[in-house]
T-cell receptor, first 114, second 111 residues
Framework: KAGVTQTPRYLIKTRGQQVTLSCSPI?????VSWYQQTPGQGLQFLFE???????NKGNFPGRFSGRQFSNSRSEMNVSTLELGDSALYLC?????????????FGSGTRLTVV | KNEVEQSPQNLTAQEGEFITINCSYS?????LHWLQQHPGGGIVSLFM???GKKKHGRLIATINIQEKHSSLHITASHPRDSAVYIC?????????????FGKGTKLSVKP
């Protein structure tokens, strides 16, 4: 079966711009979680969507937002980009996302803000 | 103090050596996950376990719920095992998300 697909793989944006990243989960998985990974901070939780509803949110500013569509595909948006937003953004899909079931991760989107 | 602690942070081994990576946690968990991340970013789930021991090829994962400790063992290590290994615990509903991650162990296996 197809894995988790994240697009685009690489992105270069200018400070102040906005960006939208996409994540298509494994068919049948209703939970999509987003993470930011930087060398200094490791993996940090952004938010989780389940059946089109944001179920949990990490400690990130309001510039970071997301949504999930009826087909479970999810997007995250970062507005007014800052240099510190440069990171690898990973999404993970799970059957129900409580941590008791397996997670499948995408290959990530590497965002560089210049 | 981090809720999920891994040791060691960095590990260099010679090909063929037996390797152990440790993970301790301080919260109640629904399950523990071992993940592998190669350079380039993609994360692969190796194991999910809530008790006992699991084995897949040369990889073995164990968990002791009472001691809140898990280990990942690699037998007959190979250079292709070089990667970052991340321990994550399932902790539903917390502000850190449903998975709390350790900082990772960077493994380098020399030929």
């Amino acid at each position: 079966k197809a894995g988790v697909t994240q697009t685009p793989r690489y992105l270069i944006k200018t400070r102040g711009q906005q960006v939208t990243l996409s994540c298509s989960p494994i068919s049948g998985h209703r939970s999509v979680s987003w993470y930011q990974q930087t060398p200094g901070q490791g993996l940090q939780f952004l938010f989780e969507y389940f059946s089109e509803t944001q179920r949990n949110k990490g400690n990130f500013p309001g510039r970071f937002s997301g949504r999930q569509f009826s087909n479970s595909r999810s997007e995250m948006n970062v507005s007014t980009l800052e240099l510190g937003d440069s990171a690898l953004y990973l999404c993970a899909s799970s059957l129900e996302g409580t941590g008791s079931y397996g997670y499948t991760f995408g290959s990530g989107t590497r965002l560089t803000v210049v | 103090k981090n809720e999920v602690e891994q040791s060691p942070q960095n590990l260099t081994a010679q090909e063929g050596e037996f390797i152990t990576i440790n993970c301790s946690y301080s919260v109640g968990i629904s399950a523990l996950h071992w993940l592998q991340q190669h350079p380039g970013g993609g994360i692969v789930s190796l194991f999910m376990l809530s008790s006992g021991k699991k084995k897949h090829g040369r990889l073995i994962a164990t968990i002791n719920i009472q001691e809140k400790h898990s280990s990942l063992h690699i037998t007959a290590s190979h250079p292709r095992d070089s990667a970052v290994y991340i321990c994550a615990v399932g902790n539903y509903g917390g502000s850190q998300g449903n998975l709390i991650f350790g900082k990772g162990t960077k493994l380098s296996v020399k030929p």
